[in-house]
């Protein structure tokens, strides 16, 4: 016959048993919720041109590639930016391209592994006219038809955006990055008001709808401009104000993800 000593040790070893077992079954979980909030992922999306890669080297600290803003992607990059206090981002570049590899990427960053926010990029008519098809060399388009092409490709993803955002507890954040502004340095508060909620512009009624379709409290809108680079011979903008807006861009989206 066993002891009552025996017996309570036995219980008491299966008690710390199971709890280690459970410890180590939820260790994956919490390294997941440590690595989001730490380096929470970001979707940068936006039509072929507007210079999506480009600015997330910029936002990585990336060099980008000679030539680079005139090839565009067919698959999604990834970028990752560190800082010495173990903070950063873990980008996903959705290719701009209108092809499968593209709606699988969508499908990637707001189903299959939802993203923690989305920086889309536009261009306010100035992205890069790419040829169609694969076909080499620089496209051509109208101002006019580069804003009704953005505005075609922004209803594909904002509709993925509002699924995403209904399926989750936590409210969504959405940064609308007008890139190139060193090319209309002249007119960027009218480019912002342009891409801005409640401004009445085809591009603003399309983000009411999404925020409507979302839920006003479950999804954050912020409009800046950026340029990923300045000073060069077609740019009205010094470098110096474009480190500035890109400065901008980076403390938003570190005060989004919970950084500062």
Same mark, same amino acid.
């Given at each position: 016959?066993?002891?009552?000593?025996r017996h309570g040790k036995a219980a008491i070893g299966t008690t710390l048993a199971g709890g280690a077992l459970a410890a180590l079954s939820q260790a994956p979980e919490r390294a997941s919720r440590l690595l989001r *909030?730490?380096?929470?992922? $970001?979707?940068?999306?936006?039509?072929?041109?507007?210079?999506?890669? &480009?600015?997330?080297?910029?936002?990585?600290?990336?060099?980008? #590639?000679?030539? =680079?803003?005139?090839?565009?992607? #067919?698959? /999604? !990059?990834?970028?990752?930016?560190?800082?010495?206090?173990?903070?950063?981002?873990?980008?996903? $570049? $959705?290719?701009?391209?209108?092809?499968?590899?593209?709606?699988?990427?969508? +499908?990637? $960053?707001?189903?299959?592994?939802?993203? +923690?926010?989305?920086? @889309?990029?536009?261009?306010?008519? @100035?992205?890069?006219?790419?040829?169609?098809?694969?076909?080499?060399?620089?496209?051509?388009?109208?101002?006019?038809?580069?804003?009704?092409? !953005?505005?075609?490709?922004?209803?594909?993803?904002? *509709?993925?955006?509002?699924?995403m955002a209904v399926r989750r507890e936590r409210p969504t954040w959405l940064v609308i990055a007008v890139t190139k502004a060193d090319l209309f340095a002249d007119d960027v508060d009218a480019a912002v008001h342009y891409?801005?909620?409640?401004? =009445?512009?085809?591009?603003? +009624?399309?983000?009411?709808?999404?925020?409507?379709?979302?839920?006003?409290?479950?999804?954050?809108?912020?409009?800046?401009?950026?340029?990923?680079? =300045?000073?060069? &011979?077609?740019?009205? /903008?010094?470098?110096? #104000?474009?480190?500035?807006?890109?400065?901008?861009? !980076?403390?938003?989206? #570190?005060?989004?993800?919970? *950084?500062?």
């Amino acid at each position: 016959m066993q002891s009552p000593l025996r017996h309570g040790k036995a219980a008491i070893g299966t008690t710390l048993a199971g709890g280690a077992l459970a410890a180590l079954s939820q260790a994956p979980e919490r390294a997941s919720r440590l690595l989001r *909030h730490r380096y929470p992922t $970001v979707a940068v999306t936006g039509m072929t041109g507007v210079g999506k890669t &480009r600015l997330a080297d910029r936002l990585s600290r990336r060099a980008s #590639a000679e030539g =680079g803003q005139d090839v565009g992607s #067919a698959v /999604m !990059e990834r970028r990752t930016r560190r800082d010495p206090r173990l903070r950063g981002y873990r980008f996903r $570049v $959705v290719p701009g391209e209108n092809a499968a590899t593209r709606l699988g990427a969508l +499908d990637e $960053v707001f189903h299959d592994e939802p993203v +923690d926010g989305v920086l @889309h990029v536009v261009a306010n008519g @100035h992205a890069t006219p790419r040829r169609t098809g694969g076909t080499s060399g620089a496209g051509v388009a109208t101002r006019e038809e580069q804003l009704a092409a !953005e505005l075609e490709d922004w209803s594909i993803t904002a *509709h993925r955006i509002a699924s995403m955002a209904v399926r989750r507890e936590r409210p969504t954040w959405l940064v609308i990055a007008v890139t190139k502004a060193d090319l209309f340095a002249d007119d960027v508060d009218a480019a912002v008001h342009y891409y801005s909620p409640g401004s =009445g512009s085809p591009f603003g +009624d399309k983000l009411d709808e999404l925020r409507a379709l979302a839920g006003g409290a479950k999804l954050s809108i912020d409009v800046l401009p950026v340029c990923a680079q =300045g000073g060069g &011979r077609k740019s009205a /903008m010094p470098d110096k #104000a474009c480190a500035d807006l890109l400065g901008r861009l !980076e403390l938003r989206l #570190a005060q989004l993800s919970g *950084h500062v």
